[in-house]
């Protein structure tokens, strides 16, 4: 359909005379654009500087402000841990991208489900919550959606629950054939945000979609300072390049890839959905090694997104200048350090506990990383539900990486049925001497 929207548009400039941007469809024409961070708490202070930040790259690029909707927690700007109170920053030194930002949904209205009747359209189901604004797209609209968070295989987190790729993929169906959008571009910056597309997302609905990292991967917070980490890699990077940019069209964020993929050096972008229908062929980006530890180039500190909590203890601690929030800081530490091995423990003695009658499935259950499929969701989410609601909980966000083991368990057909029943008593002591609120 845009196809033919380029010619005529293409003859039409052409005859003329004028020189047309390869542009058919400017964003201030009919685009929508829905902005989400995912977390909350000081330590995940970098998703809500990525949203602030793309916000005004929204702006600056050409959607109204009325057509954009944010869906952020909020609790960063004053947070009592902020150096800069009322100020958030995407970069060191940068100007503070939290002024001027409209926030739509705030604190717990930031859910999966309000995420997606805002996305659908659905007016109704919003009412009474945060503005109350959806996004009213119809056939011919472009819609671009933002998302900054932890992921984990299959699922995306939001403050207090997560969104499964078969939650989103039903969203994207139904809005299609509901035709309400003619472009849809999702921009995801996730650990592992692959795994909610790869074999999962359908090619052939003008949904575009680019990803922080390959199914298997995290992706990078980028920027980290003596405080704190401002961004992730693959935001900066594609915002950073929009920054100063003239107003755009919507096939920008369809032709970015290109440009990113070298850019982005820590983790692999990836690219899923309709991008056949670009004018520039897309390759794949396969994978080659990328060094995981810590590092730098130039004033720029990269970690691997699992690691930041522990980092900005790290940082805390080495920043405490009396006895008191050194001893605080030290214990805060120690507890996420004591945290993170009775988790790593627990994940052990659970798929211990799921291959008891088939031991030589231990190796395949803790170390492969087997791609998903829609069919295994609802054994998937049993055991994500029953882990979440008596282990541990959705805050915890180092045990996301951990989560593939429960995948791999339901890819491979184990019988589940005694691992859910043992779950809560399995579970109940490392509940118990969980001193950490944050992993
Ligand atoms: C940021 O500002 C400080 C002092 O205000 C300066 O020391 C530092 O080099 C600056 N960093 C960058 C990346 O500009
Ligand atoms: C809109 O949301 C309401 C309430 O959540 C639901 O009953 C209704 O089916 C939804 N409509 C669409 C079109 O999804």
New binding site residues.
Partial sequence: MWKTVTLVLGLVGAVLGAVVKSSDTPLEKNSWALLIAGSNGIENYRHQADICHSYHVMIAEGIPANRIIVMMYDDIAYNKENPTPGVIIN???GTNVYAGVKIDYKGDDVSPVNFMNVLKGNKSSMKGIGSGRVIESDATSNVFVYFADHGGTGLLAFPNEILGADELERTLREMNEAKRYNKLIMYIEACESGSMFENILAESTNVFVMTAAARDESSYAWYCTVENCLGDEFSIQWMERLDGEDKGSIDQFFHQYQELRPKVTKSHIQIYGDFSLGTDAMTPNNKSPRSSAKSSSG?NVAINSRDVPLYYYKQKLARANDMDSQMKAQQDLDALVEGRKSADQLMEKLVALATIDFPEKISAVSEERMPLSLDMFPCYKDLLHSFRSHCFEHKHAYLLQHYYKLANICILGLDTSKLLREIPSLCAPYKAELKSTVL
Wanted: glycine share 0%; no cysteine; charged share 50%.
């Fill in positions: 970069k060191p030194n004033d």
